[in-house]
């Protein structure tokens, strides 16, 4: 089973409204930073948003803010994305990535998703 498995992805017209979901396996999610990303053919992943795992505090890439939410439940193991007045520019694949920090910021592990696309088009 993989460790993280995204979903929600899909086709929609401009305007309209997705929420992709982050499903966590074989480790608590809630102590991870988590956060999403996406990626165009050829070019490099850009960071859409991210959630912290202490105080919950959300951060968003200047092109969705307003637009996207992120936002986690705890007693799914799972941390969602919800987009909002979606526009052709954000399609892409989006990857869902997870990040165990311990004291002092050491990097302990992270885990990818295997990414969802999502298209939108008229």
């Known amino acids: 089973q993989l460790p993280l498995v995204e979903s929600g992805g899909g086709l929609v017209q401009p305007g309209g409204s997705l929420r992709l979901s982050c499903v966590a396996s074989g480790f608590a999610l809630d102590r991870y930073a988590v956060g999403w990303f996406r990626q165009a053919p050829g070019k490099d992943p850009e960071g859409v948003s991210c959630?912290?795992?202490?105080?919950?505090?959300?951060y968003y890439d200047d092109s969705v803010k307003g637009r996207f939410t992120i936002s986690r439940d705890n007693a799914k193991n799972t941390v969602y994305l919800q987009m909002n007045s979606l526009k052709p520019e954000d399609t892409d694949v989006y990857y869902c990535h997870a990040e165990f920090r311990g004291p002092r910021g050491v990097y302990i592990d992270d885990f990818w998703g295997q990414g969802t696309q999502v298209t939108v088009s008229s």
């Open positions: 959630i912290d795992s202490v105080d919950g505090d959300p």
